[in-house]
C-alpha cells in the first residue's frame, strides 16, 4: 500500500498503470502527491497495481480539469490514440486550463513530434520524455530525460522540479535539441541494450533449429570465450519474455528512427528483431521457442556455476 505522504504536492496524471507507470505513480505518492489515472476498461490486476499505488481512478475529462501534469506511459502503439483522446477531453472540459503533457513513451522523433502536433493552438504544453532503465523503486530510479523546444525551456525546469516528488530528471539540452531528441536518446538506448537481446535470441533459436547440439556448442563457446556474453544473456533473456508484446512496437519505432537518418537498409535489423519478439510473444508461455530460450539460460547459469566453482 501507499504510504502516508508528509507534505501536498501537485496533481499529475501518470496514464497507464502498467508496471512501469504504477512504479512511477508510487513513487509521487510516497511523496505527497495526488495522482490520477485511469482506469476503465482495465484488467483487474491493473486495476489492484494502481489502488496499491495510491493512484486515483479519474476519467479523461476529471483528468482535463484537475491535472498539472499528464505522463504518458504506455505501449508505443497507444501513444498517438491517448493524445487525440485527452485533447478531446481537454477541449470538452474547456480547454483553457494550463497543465502540461509529457510523452514518455518509446516512440522514434517523428512520432513524438506527431504527438506534439496534437496539441497545437491549445493551452496544453508539450514536453518529449524518454525513460532510461526499468521500473523505480525505493532503491533505484530511472531517468527520464526530457527535451523540448527552445521557447519552452521554462517548462523544462519546471518539470526538473519534480525530482522533489521522487523523479529522476534529466534535461537534454543544447545544439539543436528540441522535441524528438529524447525520443531519440531513448531510441539509441533501447535499440543497443534490446537490441543485443534481439540479437542474442535470434542466433540460439537459429543455432538450435540447426540442431541442439548446435545450441549447445555455441553456449560452451560462449563459455569459454565471452564470458560476459553468456552472463548478460542468462540474465536478460528471463526479463524479455513477458514483455516481448510491448518490445514489438518498440523495435518497430527504432526501425523508423533508424531509417530516418541512415535509411532503408539499415532500418531492417530492428525491423528484424520486431519479427522475433513477435515470435516469442506467440510462443507463451511454454511455447518450443520459449523452451529452448529457457533452457538455454539455464544451460548457461550451469556452465557460469562451474566455470566459476573451478577457478
Not at 514518455?104 to 491549445?122: M, Y
Not at 523546444?149 to 539540452?173: Q, S
Amino acid at each position: 500500500m501507499a504510504s502516508q505522504p508528509s507534505s501536498k504536492g501537485p496533481t499529475i496524471a501518470v496514464i497507464a498503470p502498467g508496471a512501469m507507470g504504477a512504479a512511477v505513480g508510487y513513487q509521487f505518492t510516497k511523496s505527497g502527491c495526488t495522482v490520477l489515472t485511469t482506469l476503465e476498461g482495465r484488467s483487474p490486476a491493473t486495476i489492484e497495481r494502481a489502488r496499491a499505488a495510491g493512484m486515483q481512478d479519474a476519467s479523461l475529462a476529471d483528468i482535463a480539469k484537475r491535472a498539472e501534469w499528464v505522463l504518458s506511459i504506455l505501449p508505443p502503439s497507444s501513444a498517438l490514440a491517448l493524445a487525440v483522446s485527452f485533447q478531446k477531453a481537454y477541449g470538452e472540459a474547456g480547454g483553457s486550463r494550463n497543465l502540461a503533457f509529457v510523452d514518455c513513451n518509446a516512440v522514434s522523433p517523428t512520432t513524438v513530434k506527431g504527438i506534439a502536433r496534437v496539441f497545437e493552438g491549445s493551452a496544453v504544453r508539450f514536453l518529449d520524455a524518454g525513460i532510461v532503465g526499468g521500473p523505480p523503486s525505493d532503491t533505484y530510479k530511472p531517468a527520464f530525460y526530457a527535451s523540448a523546444e527552445p521557447e519552452d525551456a521554462d517548462l523544462l525546469d519546471e518539470f526538473a522540479g519534480l525530482e522533489k516528488w521522487g523523479l529522476r530528471v534529466v534535461l537534454l539540452r543544447g545544439e539543436g535539441a528540441g522535441v524528438g531528441d529524447a525520443s531519440a536518446l531513448k531510441m539509441s538506448y533501447a535499440g543497443l541494450s534490446k537490441g543485443f537481446i534481439g540479437l542474442a535470441s535470434t542466433m540460439i533459436l537459429a543455432a538450435h533449429a540447426s540442431s541442439p547440439a548446435t545450441a549447445q556448442a555455441l553456449l560452451h563457446e560462449l563459455g569459454d570465450s565471452q564470458t560476459q556474453v553468456l552472463e548478460r544473456i542468462s540474465r536478460s533473456i528471463p526479463g524479455m519474455l513477458p514483455k516481448a508484446y510491448r518490445w514489438v512496437g518498440e523495435m518497430e519505432e527504432i526501425s523508423s528512427f533508424v531509417r530516418e537518418g541512415l535509411g532503408e537498409g539499415e532500418a531492417h535489423i530492428h525491423h528484424g528483431f520486431a519479427y522475433l519478439f513477435e515470435r516469442v510473444q506467440k510462443a507463451l508461455p511454454e511455447g518450443d521457442d520459449v523452451a529452448v530460450l529457457k533452457k538455454f539460460v539455464e544451460d548457461a547459469k550451469g556452465t557460469l556455476q562451474t566455470s566459476k566453482g573451478s577457478k
